[in-house]
């Protein structure tokens, strides 16, 4: 069983800057497929980043492509979220999520087997 731990979330202005981090429980979770999600009130959870066990390979949804960037340290069990030029509409709880395959086979959340318990990002003026 794999635990994730994502970091406390905050509260930003429009056009602020946010980091999120989460940390796996175990070695075995240093090379899996892992991504964040998000869900805001009243909408589904959607896909928002997944970055593969090598670390090299990412993907990112359209809405935030060019302003978030998922990246590891498999040494530290550790995956981050940088997100530049925050909008309201950023507005959610994130949620880090783990698949045990080296390779993400999808993005679809239904394809995640280990979730976070999720933080909040708020973004207004």
């Known amino acids: 069983q794999v635990q994730l731990v994502e970091s406390e979330g905050g509260s930003v202005q429009p056009g602020g800057s946010l980091r999120l981090s989460c940390v796996a429980s175990e070695d075995a979770a240093n090379y899996m497929c892992m991504a964040w999600f998000r869900q805001a009130p009243g909408k589904e959870r959607e896909f928002v980043a997944l970055?593969?066990?090598?670390?090299?390979?990412?993907q990112v949804a359209e809405s935030v492509k060019g302003r978030f960037t998922i990246s590891r340290d498999n040494a530290k069990n550790t995956i981050w979220l940088q997100m530049n030029n925050l909008q309201p509409e950023d507005t959610a709880m994130y949620y880090c999520?783990?698949?045990?395959?080296?390779?993400?086979?999808?993005?679809?959340?239904?394809?995640?087997?280990?979730w976070g318990q999720g933080t909040p990002v708020t973004v207004s003026t």
């Open positions: 970055i593969h066990g090598s670390g090299v390979a990412t």
């Open positions: 999520a783990a698949e045990p395959k080296r390779y993400c086979p999808a993005v679809g959340a239904r394809h995640f087997t280990y």
